[in-house]
Structures are given as structure tokens and as C-alpha cells.
């Protein structure tokens, strides 16, 4: 595959761009971040002419692919009635019914513009109903980079997360304050036995656990690559 257009792109990119990329996770594809400009259905192009199946579908949003004919003729008509609304409008409230309509474990839904922003949300919300500070989460998962959560994401060297049994949690980024460590528990990913043992001992303080369903990243080269959460078989949910 040719990636000669991209690597100009992303090249380009870092004159005006932070980072080259919209979003820093996007920064680690190789051999360069890829720069695509069309999708159709399952498929999306490269700025190079490579064909890809999208697998990522925008991270969730794309569910019925690129272009669906029913759904590009309801954003043109959306858009000759008005671009956006800085105020209430009816089709957020049709959304939000479909969505308690369909979803069985939503009662009410809250719009919000990204990922990070969504996490900020569950975890406010999660400490204003229980009244507790912590929220535990596992090393090696992404939820966002916001201070109070990009943490024991990937740290840069092994010597830096402790032991598999007790990870120490890290910073992700410079700039973060150290003080939002005092609100977070990390555990090491698959050992229910650990969870358990952790909630015994500090339950009255965690507010929330907070999880992908696979293990997606870490330094500990002896994991899998993607092992199921124990904490979402549906036995225990
Ligand atoms: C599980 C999870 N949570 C949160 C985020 C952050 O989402 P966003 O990039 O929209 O801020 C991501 C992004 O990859 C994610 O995979």
C-alpha cells in the first residue's frame, strides 16, 4: 500500500494542526497517520486511493455505514431548515424518545459532543448521587484525556506502573495535576478477585467503576491483546 499523500498530509498538518491530527489517539497509525476523503457504505478511501472496510464507523455514530440514503436526505432537509439551534429544539427530544424506546437501559439521555465530555458526565453524576469522591478504573483503558481520567493509559516505560497486581496510577500527559490522583483507583485489568478485595476495603469511597469491554492497551506485554471483562458477563450485570 501507498501511503505518499497521507505523509504530505500529516506533514502539513503539523504547521497548523496540534499535533497533525484531530485527536492524539489518532497519532499512532503507521506508517503515518492515514488522511481519508470518502466513505460508501462498509468502505472508506485514503487521500492515497487505498480501500479500507471501516470497522471503526466513527467510533460508533456511522452504525448504518457511509451515506445512507435515508439519512443524507434527513440532514439536507435539516439543513435548509436551520444549520444549529443554541436553544431546545422538538428532533432532540425525537432522538431521545427512540433512544429510551430502543436502548433497554436508558431512561434519559443527555447529548453530548464528545467521548471525553460523556465521561466527564457519567462521572459527575455518579459522585453527586452517591456522595462518594473515587472512581476506579483499569490500567490500559481509554476513556477520554481529561485530567481527572487519562490516566494508566500508556505510560511511557514499564518502570514507571508497578506491579501487574497493584498498578501505580500515572499521569498521561504533562500539564495534568498530580491532585487528581487522589480521585482515582486503577487495578490491573481481568482479576475480579482484585475488584472484589478493592470494594471491600474501599467501597464507602468509590463512586463508580468504570470499564471497556476489552483490554485494549498497556505496557505489560504478557496480557492478551483482548480479554473479556469478568465484570461484563452477563451473569453479573
Ligand atoms: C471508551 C472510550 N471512551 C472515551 C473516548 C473519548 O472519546 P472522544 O475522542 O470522542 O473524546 C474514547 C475514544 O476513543 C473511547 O474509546
Excluded at 38 to 64: C, F, Q, T
Excluded at 96 to 118: M, Q, T
Excluded at 148 to 159: D, G, K, M, V
Excluded at 183 to 199: F, P, Q, R, S
Aim: charged letters at 20%.
Amino acid at each position: 500500500m501507498m501511503f505518499e499523500r497521507s505523509q504530505e498530509l500529516f506533514e502539513r498538518a503539523q504547521n497548523s494542526l496540534a499535533g497533525g491530527v484531530g485527536a492524539q489517539v489518532r497519532s499512532f497509525s503507521l506508517p503515518t497517520p492515514i488522511y481519508f476523503e470518502r466513505g460508501d457504505g462498509s468502505k472508506i478511501y485514503d487521500v492515497d486511493g487505498n480501500e479500507y472496510i471501516d470497522y471503526l464507523l466513527a467510533y460508533g455514530p456511522l452504525i448504518l455505514g457511509h451515506c445512507p440514503g435515508p439519512v443524507v436526505e434527513a440532514v439536507r432537509a435539516q439543513i435548509d431548515a436551520a444549520t444549529l439551534f443554541g436553544a431546545p429544539h422538538e428532533t432532540a427530544i425525537q432522538l431521545a424518545e427512540k433512544l429510551v424506546e430502543i436502548v433497554p437501559c436508558y431512561d434519559l439521555v443527555r447529548f453530548n459532543n464528545s467521548g471525553s465530555e460523556a465521561v466527564q458526565a457519567i462521572q459527575r453524576l455518579a459522585r453527586g448521587f452517591t456522595g462518594k469522591p473515587k472512581i476506579l478504573k483499569f490500567e490500559g483503558h481509554y476513556h477520554g484525556w481529561y485530567d481527572n481520567i487519562y490516566i494508566s493509559h500508556l505510560p511511557e516505560a514499564l518502570s514507571m506502573i508497578g506491579l501487574e497486581n497493584a498498578p501505580w496510577p500515572v499521569l498521561g500527559t504533562a500539564g495534568q495535576p498530580e491532585s487528581v490522583l487522589q480521585d482515582i483507583v486503577v487495578l490491573g485489568w481481568n482479576d475480579l478477585e482484585i475488584v472484589e478485595k478493592t470494594l471491600k476495603a474501599h467501597g464507602h469511597e468509590i463512586a463508580a467503576i468504570i470499564t471497556g469491554t476489552i483490554w485494549r492497551s498497556s505496557r505489560r506485554r504478557s496480557k492478551p491483546m483482548a480479554t473479556r471483562s469478568p465484570l461484563s458477563s452477563p451473569s453479573r450485570s
